[in-house]
């Protein structure tokens, strides 16, 4: 079964004359593991793929399915669970809460979703000393630097421990080095942790890491390569 | 060029013989895979050098064949050194064999300019990826050489990549644009003109 499947998925905002085609039948799959890189022009429709295969937003038509599962069956608020519990997600801006420290905010989701504050943390700062900031767990996002934080992010969108990390242009905010440890990071999630990885950037520095790029463009997919195969 | 500096910047480093200067190049560079000198070229080199003042040939030991001796810098050669790292120098892009590919294919029609670009994104991309995995495989205590080179590299691919999206963007308005016809050019010299 593949993680994650969608089939004719189609996006379209605003209706008549002033419709606007975003995502155009884009059918794809993404296994367990794998780091797959979105990428295309500004316009071409990678982030609100991304959001449709993250339940974010609901398809005009087709449909994603996460785990054999489809999401358009469900009610809001299986899919809010669905998100909080199989799904990570890292943005460009790290969206950390400021007055929260490193394993705060890494842990604030899952203790979100019920899980005793102090287990949260706890499972949160696992996820933080694996990604090399053992020793800044009580730091919080002004004592930082961007690459820190958003690895911070990372281990946010881990902390659940999801089967999926959905990454939005995880890099646009870094400079070269710090955005070459995230790339770098989101490869070890996917190989180390065998977790799928989507991740759309229009950078193919960054794309370069990935093991399989999906060209977007004018909301369909234009190309498709492979840059590693897999055992 | 850059040759026969570097020689010059090691035997500013200490004195040596043609055999070890060649050796000393090879790591200065991370390896003879990356820049390949011949000793015939090191030898060569070293007597312009001398010829010119740069390098002087200490007194070769006894039983030491001649062109075998141990070489050291002298005050001019240092003072070249000090110039050659005072200048900038020159990126070269002019004569681009994938370039020369893509208006290949416009002004023959035999193929679409932008599956021409994308194809060669998809194998810079591959490219791309490879030199991040060696890079990522080397030791930055031990092998900073090849790591620096490899950042080069990436970066270069990188520019390369950026330059076929731009490129891809402006297809359009390139198409409407007349052929640039051949000029003609009179016999002799022609008169100079540098791109950069």
Redesign the interface.
């Known amino acids: 079964m593949k993680l994650v499947r969608t089939e004719n998925l189609t996006k379209i905002y605003g209706s008549g004359d002033a419709a606007v085609t975003a995502l155009d039948n884009v059918s794809m799959e993404v296994d367990s593991g794998e780091f797959v890189a979105i990428m295309g022009?500004s316009g071409c429709g990678k982030s609100t793929l991304l959001h449709l295969i993250g339940g974010l937003d609901r398809p005009t038509d087709g449909k994603v399915e996460i785990e054999g599962v489809s999401l358009s069956d469900m009610k809001d608020d299986e899919l809010a669970r669905l998100r909080r519990t199989r799904i990570g997600l890292v943005f460009q801006f790290y969206n950390l809460i400021p007055v929260l420290n490193a394993v705060e905010n890494a842990g604030l989701p899952i203790a979100l979703d019920g899980k005793k504050y102090a287990e949260a943390k706890k499972q949160a700062a696992e996820w933080l000393s694996r990604f090399g900031l053992g020793d800044r767990l009580m730091s919080r996002p002004d004592q930082l630097s961007g690459g820190q934080q958003q690895r911070v992010a990372v281990a946010r969108a881990l902390a659940a421990e999801p089967a999926l990390v959905l990454a939005d242009e995880p890099t646009g905010n870094l400079d070269t080095r710090s955005a070459d440890g995230i790339a770098?990071l989101l490869r070890q999630v996917s190989k180390d942790f065998g977790r799928a990885v989507v991740m759309v950037t229009h950078d193919?520095?960054i794309?370069?890491?990935?093991d399989r790029?999906v060209?977007l463009k004018d909301g369909r997919i234009?190309?498709q390569?492979v840059?590693?195969t897999r055992e | 060029m850059s040759v026969r500096y570097a020689l010059i910047g090691l035997l500013a480093q200490q004195p040596r013989n043609g055999y070890e200067l060649r050796s000393a190049f090879e790591a200065l560079v991370g390896g003879g895979e990356n820049w390949d000198v011949k000793p015939a070229q090191v030898y060569t080199t070293l007597d312009r050098l001398e010829k010119a003042g740069f390098v002087k040939k200490q007194r070769a030991g006894k039983g030491e064949r001649s062109g075998k001796g141990t070489y050291a810098i002298t005050e001019a050669g240092r003072a070249s050194l000090r110039e050659w790292f005072g200048q900038g120098v020159d990126s070269k892009h002019v004569q681009d064999e994938f370039f020369v590919k893509l208006a290949s294919s416009m002004a023959s029609g035999e193929a679409d300019p932008a599956s021409v670009i994308q194809t060669q994104r998809v194998h810079l991309l591959r490219q791309l990826h490879d030199a991040t995995a060696i890079r990522d495989s080397f030791d930055p205590h031990a092998e900073m050489a090849q790591i620096l080179l490899l950042d080069k590299a990436m970066m270069h691919l990188e520019a390369d990549l950026r330059w076929l999206d731009i490129t891809e963007q402006r297809l359009d308005e390139v198409k409407k644009q007349p052929q640039r016809k051949p000029e003609f050019r009179p016999r002799g010299r022609p008169r100079k003109r540098s791109i950069v």
């Not at chain 1, 794309?207 to 990935?210: Q, R, V």
């Open positions: 022009p770098s193919p520095r794309a370069a890491y990935a790029i060209f234009s190309d390569t840059l590693e």
